[in-house]
């Protein structure tokens, strides 16, 4: 088969690689690909693996500061998640050629990107809640989606993930189900951080697909298999009637379910803010990338010592 065949043009192999993906076979790390294809999914993967771990620190500024034992046990728990699925992710994009040090590099300086929903910043414990149910909802609708993606390592890794990502939105949700059935002043709370977080949220799932340069190609590789909008459309129908159920209010005066397209029809996302969150002049941009490199940089005695470790420990078994 040409894709075997490291000399065949180029032109010979990508018709063959198309027909693998058209046929729903996975592409593995050493099989032939694309460079365009290798460059899409390390720009994913890091992305996403960068977002799980920037998307610790909202979280965690509440850890000291959760009512109870049992939400700090149960936060801690969902925090030490989004660390592990940063560390499955940056894995599956070392496989394609990419280096932990390029990545994070790229991330420290701005040059790659996470989900802009961590640049807003958490005011009260039920943010937290609105981040498990709305954020983690999102999250959940795109990546069930990755669970079938193109390419092996990625998809495997999200089924674990996925599965993680159940269990942070059920925790938020109920965060806000409590705070709803609660006093006046907690229900205000609820429907505060759902004011603030809902619109954020929609902006989670990326640009329009006329404005979305990497959409079709993505789609063709079946990277993706869904565009923005239609999760988008997901999203917001799944989502209003749990609002409903808590007696909160979607602050989105255009909402209305629409009787002929069977689908809820809404506002229009802010898109000037979406962009200037994204090319980082969001609430909370540079103190996000302050506190990674803070925490990276102090942590630098660990790595040297592990690396010292594996190192001392591979001598001493050629030795023997």
Request: net charge negative; glycine share 6%; aromatic share 14%.
């Given at each position: 088969m040409p894709?075997?065949?490291?000399?065949?043009?180029?032109?010979?192999?990508?018709?063959?690689?198309?027909?693998?993906?058209?046929?729903?076979?996975?592409?593995?790390?050493?099989?032939?690909?694309?460079?365009?294809?290798?460059?899409?999914m390390i720009r994913q993967i890091s992305q996403h693996a960068h977002s799980e771990v920037i998307g610790m620190?909202?979280?965690?500024?509440?850890?000291?500061?959760?009512p109870s034992l049992r939400r700090k046990a149960v936060l801690l728990a969902k925090v030490q998640d989004e660390a592990g699925h940063g560390l499955y992710?940056?894995?599956?994009?070392?496989?394609?050629?990419?280096?932990?040090?390029?990545?994070i590099a790229d991330l420290q300086s701005g040059k790659a990107k996470?989900?802009?929903?961590?640049?807003?910043?958490?005011?009260?414990?039920a943010d937290i809640?609105?981040?498990?149910?709305?954020?983690?909802?999102a999250a959940i609708m795109n990546q069930v989606m990755l669970c079938r993606t193109s390419y092996g390592p990625y998809a495997r890794g999200m089924v674990r993930i996925?599965?993680?990502?159940s269990f942070h939105q059920r925790q938020g949700y109920e965060i806000m189900l409590t705070l709803s059935r609660g006093s006046d002043q907690q229900k205000a709370?609820?429907?505060?951080?759902?004011?603030?977080?809902?619109?954020?949220?929609?902006m989670m799932f990326g640009p329009r697909d006329d404005d979305s340069p990497n959409t079709q190609q993505s789609m063709k590789w079946r990277i993706k298999r869904q565009t923005n909008d239609e999760l988008r459309q997901r999203f917001v129908d799944q989502t209003v009637p749990q609002a409903e159920y808590l007696g909160l209010t979607?602050?989105?005066?255009?909402?209305?379910?629409?009787?002929?397209?069977?689908?809820?029809?809404?506002?229009?996302?802010?898109?000037?803010?979406?962009?200037?969150?994204?090319?980082?002049?969001?609430?909370?941009?540079?103190?996000?990338?302050?506190?990674h490199v803070a925490a990276h940089e102090e942590g630098e005695w660990v790595r040297e010592a592990a690396l010292a470790y594996q190192a001392r420990k591979a001598s001493a078994e050629e030795a023997a």
């Open positions: 894709q075997d065949n490291p000399t065949a043009p180029m032109d010979d192999r990508e018709p063959v690689f198309q027909a693998r993906i058209d046929r729903d076979e996975k592409i593995e790390p050493k099989d032939w690909m694309p460079e365009k294809y290798r460059r899409t620190q909202p979280e965690g500024n509440w850890i000291t500061r959760a992710l940056y894995s599956a994009a070392e496989t394609l050629g990419a280096t932990r040090e390029d990545m996470y989900s802009s929903i961590f640049n807003y910043p958490t005011l009260t414990w809640g609105a981040i498990g149910w709305l954020v983690d909802g996925c599965k993680e990502e709370m609820a429907q505060d951080a759902l004011n603030r977080y809902w619109w954020p949220s929609l979607v602050p989105d005066p255009d909402l209305h379910w629409n009787k002929e397209r069977e689908h809820y029809d809404f506002g229009e996302i802010d898109w000037d803010e979406f962009w200037q969150v994204v090319k980082g002049n969001g609430p909370c941009n540079r103190q996000r990338i302050a506190h």
